[in-house]
């Protein structure tokens, strides 16, 4: 067993860790946070992949920039965590035979015995992000575009949901604040004025 074996049962056992402590965990603002540890396990075995661009973007991109905005998030809402806790029980059958479900799919895929790809040490001079964009835009180009639109989509309806109208949400009335006169919200009332003597 080699170094890079090792390094990769360390990220691989710490990203199965973290992620079963993204489900597991009560707190919303913990599981925020053993999320961003399962991204950054995640870039790790991507630099051993050799993918060093995919790896950087997964740490800038979501634990720099999403997770962040997660977080906010879920700090902002003040879940109520016992409304949470309802339902537990009554959907757990189901989200046990999904999970063993995709556990299924993933050993199969796994120990599939067909033809294996080996992995190849590239050369020095080798960009995976110059391979990486070649195939985004020849061979990849519709579904990188139809992932675009779905995303935007998805931007959208966040969106719509967020401004929906609630009962105590305060806001400004524009219309009103310009029509106001300075007689409406002033009153100039004269006083005598006091001397010390």
Sequence with gaps: MNFETIVFY????????????VITASNPVHAVLFLVLTFISASGIWMLLEAEFLAIT???????A???LFLFVV????????????GYMKWLPIGLGVAGLLAFEMIS????TGSHKTLTVHAADYSNTKELGRLIYTDYVYPFEIAAVLLLVAMVAAIALTMRRRKDAKSQVIPDQIKVKKADRLRIVKMQAETKE
């Design 66 to 68: 999403v997770m962040v």
């Design 10 to 21: 360390f990220f691989a056992a710490l990203m199965i860790m973290a992620a079963l402590r």
């Design 58 to 64: 997964l740490v800038l991109v979501y634990v720099g």
């Design 109 to 112: 895929v796994l120990g599939y």
């Design 75 to 86: 700090m902002m809402l003040d879940i109520d965590l016992s409304k949470l806790r309802i």
